[in-house]
């Protein structure tokens, strides 16, 4: 399994920015599938943004042209660059990852959909005041 360790989150004044950072572990070469969701207190999971392992990377709706998902250089490490924040953006985020046994890539066919992803970190808080 892969290890995912989510940071970043805080509170913050709508209209502000945010970057929150998932670093996995251990390394793994290979490119796999990894996403952000984010869950508010008696909600489902949301999709919010997610990569595959080809780089293509796919935005809920809601976040289109406010948030920004990226690779690091040191390639076990995902960011979420989340600018012009909302408070309807506030929740407890979460950093997915989509790995077979022995670091396989496993196909992402959804890639905003909980159940494409078997490996969650713990979460980092957003809080966004108006």
């Known amino acids: 399994r892969v290890h995912l360790v989510e940071s970043g989150g805080g509170s913050v004044q709508a209209g502000t920015s945010l970057r929150l950072s998932c670093t996995h572990s251990?390394?793994?070469?290979?490119?796999?599938?990894m996403a952000w969701f984010r869950q508010i207190a008696g909600k489902e999971r949301e999709g919010v943004a997610a990569?595959?392992?080809?780089?293509?990377?796919t935005y809920a709706d809601s976040v289109k042209g406010r948030f920004t998902l990226s690779k690091g250089d040191a390639k076990n490490i995902v960011f979420l660059q989340m600018d012009s924040l909302k408070p309807d953006d506030a929740g407890m985020y979460y950093c997915?990852?989509?790995?077979?046994?022995?670091?396989?890539?496993?196909?992402?066919?959804?890639?905003?959909?909980?159940?494409?992803?078997?490996?969650w970190g713990q979460g980092t808080q957003v809080t966004v005041s108006s």
């Open positions: 997915a990852a989509a790995v077979g046994p022995g670091g396989d890539i496993l196909v992402v066919r959804k890639p905003t959909e909980e159940l494409e992803y078997n490996n």
């Open positions: 251990p390394y793994i070469r290979t490119s796999f599938a």
């Open positions: 990569i595959s392992a080809d780089g293509d990377v």
